[in-house]
């Protein structure tokens, strides 16, 4: 295999859904080096005969997949690794495909999106903004993972670009609110949890349990109008501010990969209620980047390095909160973590903080500033865990803000 510095190596081995760009129908896949692993061939060779029901990875989904549970994911995984670690020939005749000669699709059908706001300096900083330091932080927030629900429409691929979204607005010193584009265009930098196994209608999922629902992680973008949001959001939170764009990269990191880079999480003070409370609690250390290039740039430039064991809330807790009513979750479910922010200015993962509500617009390398997103500007998150000698990484997921419909 190529690419001996690939962020997808042997021990990644996330899964995604392509199309050929020659032609056919989109199917499952392994993404391994600068090559997609076409496993719905594979288990038409009957590689997977003993482990998995016939057909699994020949859909436009991985919903199915996500289904059967970790047992049936560590089976494949382990036929996937010991067939690479191989080598066989037959592999190569029709099974490995380069990757630029596929389209990618989004991984699952997403029947619900919820979003969290489990970074507390995120939080943080957006409550001193707002209500001042000493209000920082909402009195529940310290106690659940707060979230809304959000709207799976239109959560789109990486690679599709995002139009500048119109809407009810109310300008400082306007008491009528104006219609119009959006002038507060935002990304947060989020990771999204792909729920697997689901749970009955009215049968909670106990914390120490929820990983076994978790499927694996991408990256976020949940674009955000700030103006619309502060206008609207009063008393029941984001509507059209959130509903027309979520961006995802295409690949799905498994836990099964992700296990080596768990790190302690620090205790959570005061003490959550004890649905919430699982002794084996841990982070996981992802490093995030989050790039900008305006149209007057030749290159990119890192506006946020962070990572995830920043993050307070565990995405177990997550779904214990999100379970304890009896409300079901099903394969394909997708979870956001909300924006992930770090402790210093250069790890705040949106551009509402990163320029500070406007008071410091951020400093671009040719010279442009920003205090939110412009048309013309290209937004992409990446993130990888690094090992001894190797990287687990996500991939990409790139878009353009493009103007509003009508111009």
């Given amino acids: 295999m190529p690419s001996s510095h690939s962020s997808f190596p042997l021990q990644n081995l996330p899964y995604g859904v392509f ?3 020659a032609g056919g129908a989109p199917r499952v896949g392994v993404r391994i080096h600068d090559w997609v692993l076409d496993l719905s061939v594979v288990q038409a060779r009957g590689f997977f005969d003993d482990h998995l029901p016939e057909g699994v990875f020949a859909q436009p989904a991985l919903n199915a997949f996500m289904a059967l549970g970790r047992p049936a994911w560590r089976a494949a995984r382990g036929v996937i690794t010991r067939l690479l670690e191989a080598g066989i020939p037959r592999l190569r005749d029709g099974a490995l495909i380069p990757i630029d000669d596929v389209r990618m699709h989004l991984p699952a059908q997403i029947g619900d999106f919820t979003d969290f706001y489990a970074s507390r300096q995120h939080a943080a900083n957006v409550g001193r903004m707002f209500r001042g330091a000493d209000n920082a932080l909402l009195p529940n927030w310290m106690h659940l993972p707060v979230a809304y629900h959000a709207r799976a429409s239109s959560v789109i691929p990486a690679g599709v670009d995002v139009r500048r979204p119109r809407g009810q607005t109310l300008p400082d010193g306007a008491p009528p609110p104006v219609f119009g584009p959006s002038r507060q265009l935002d990304f947060e930098l989020e990771l999204g949890v792909f729920i ?9 999922i106990p914390i120490h349990k929820a990983h076994e629902h978790i ?3 991408v990256l976020l973008n949940d674009w955000s109008a700030r103006d619309i949001q ?5 008393p029941l939170g984001p509507f059209n501010a959130k509903n027309f764009a979520t961006s995802i990269s295409p690949w799905v990191v498994t836990l099964d990969a992700l296990e080596p880079f768990r790190v302690p999480a620090p205790p959570q003070s005061p003490a959550p209620l ?4 699982h002794p084996d609690d841990w982070r996981l250390d992802i490093h995030l980047e989050v ?8 290159a990119p430039a890192v506006i946020c390095r962070t ?3 920043h993050l307070y809330w565990t995405a177990a807790q997550m779904i214990a909160h999100h379970t304890i009513t009896g409300c079901n979750l099903r394969p394909g479910d997708l979870l956001g973590t909300g924006t992930i922010s770090g402790p210093t200015p250069d790890s705040y993962g949106s551009l509402l903080e990163l320029a500070w509500r406007g008071e410091k617009p951020l400093q671009l390398p040719n010279g442009e500033t920003r205090i939110f997103l412009h048309d013309g500007d290209r937004v992409t998150l990446t993130g990888w865990c690094q090992g001894e000698g190797y990287r687990v990484g996500f991939g990409e997921v790139s878009a353009k803000v493009l103007p509003p419909w009508g111009g």
């Fill in 19 to 21: 199309s050929p760009r």
């Fill in 196 to 204: 697997g196994p689901g749970n009955p209608l009215g049968q909670p």
């Fill in 215 to 217: 499927f694996g992680l």
């Fill in 230 to 234: 502060k206008w609207e959001y009063r």
């Fill in 274 to 277: 004890p649905y919430l409370q």
């Fill in 291 to 298: 790039r900008l290039q305006s149209e007057g740039m030749a």
């Fill in 307 to 309: 990572n995830a064991r």
